[in-house]
Nanobody, 112 residues
């Protein structure tokens, strides 16, 4: 059974940083692409970033490019999202995604 657990969110000031984690189990994590999505209140699900199995290839939504860094530790079955220079519009619930399956998400609120 696929199990994804996101963590690391919280309240952060504009310009601040936070690192999200996603602990994965129930599938061959080191062999699959992974993605991060987010959903702001009243909005739809939005793709944020992508990483290939080895971590050698990453892609980002334009609004987060240069500020967010996706990475993974295949030995720990964990996906990360380092979020820097945060803006109020980054406030959302963040989900890691394995072929459409997601965890419960972790809330990131950017506010002064």
């Amino acid at each position: 059974e696929v199990h994804l657990v996101e963590s690391g969110g919280g309240l952060v000031q504009p310009g601040g940083s936070v690192r999200l984690s996603c602990a994965a189990s129930g599938f061959a994590f080191d062999s699959v692409d992974m993605r991060w999505f987010r959903q702001a209140p009243g909005a739809g699900l939005e793709w944020v970033s992508y990483i290939n199995p080895s971590g050698s290839s990453t892609y980002y939504q334009d609004s987060v490019k240069g500020r967010f860094i996706v990475s993974r530790d295949n030995a720990k079955n964990t996906l990360y999202l380092q979020m820097n220079s945060l803006k109020t519009e980054d406030s959302a619930v963040y989900y890691c995604d394995y072929f459409g399956q997601r965890g419960q998400g972790t809330q990131v609120t950017v506010s002064s």
